[in-house]
């Protein structure tokens, strides 16, 4: 049983906020993707593939999300049962906003994009690569929030401990 403190508290709420942003805004952006996606297999059905891939993009940010939230815990001590000192409770804080708030940006911004994408594959089928690559820039912003958000784990000490 994990021993309860203030710092433990605030660990589970930076973990909550990792996932839990980043995983909400990483459906809803897989869902408007997969909205358009089915309209597109419904006019011309070769779009399946082309779509199951744009609406796949959107998917990564939930990944960042759940890996910070996993080492939060993981290296915390949480799960063998320590307790969670104050400092790194605020600390899991700030790395869980670092990365629930870019990937939530990044996964609306890269949805946006593959939405489009998949409008002008239907229109015009050599534009997939061009619209993977488009698709593919606002992932960068997540990919800063998952790098400052791993940078406050590893600096904490939390992780060599």
Sequence with gaps: MVELSFGTALLAIGAGLSIGLAG???GIGQGRVAAVSVGAVAEDPSMF???IVFTALPETQ???GFLIALLLIVFSGMMAGQAVSTNFGILA???GLAIGVA??????????????S??????????????IVFSALPETQAIYGFLVALLLIVFS???GA
Excluded: C, D, H, K
């Design 118 to 131: 998949v409008g002008a594959v239907v229109e015009e089928p050599t534009m997939f690569a061009r619209g």
């Design 103 to 116: 990937a939530a940006g990044s996964a609306l911004g890269q949805s946006n994009a593959a939405v489009a």
């Design 93 to 95: 804080i700030g790395a």
């Design 49 to 51: 593939s082309r779509g």
């Design 62 to 64: 939930a990944i960042y």
């Design 24 to 26: 909400a805004m990483s």
């Design 157 to 159: 000490g939390v992780m």
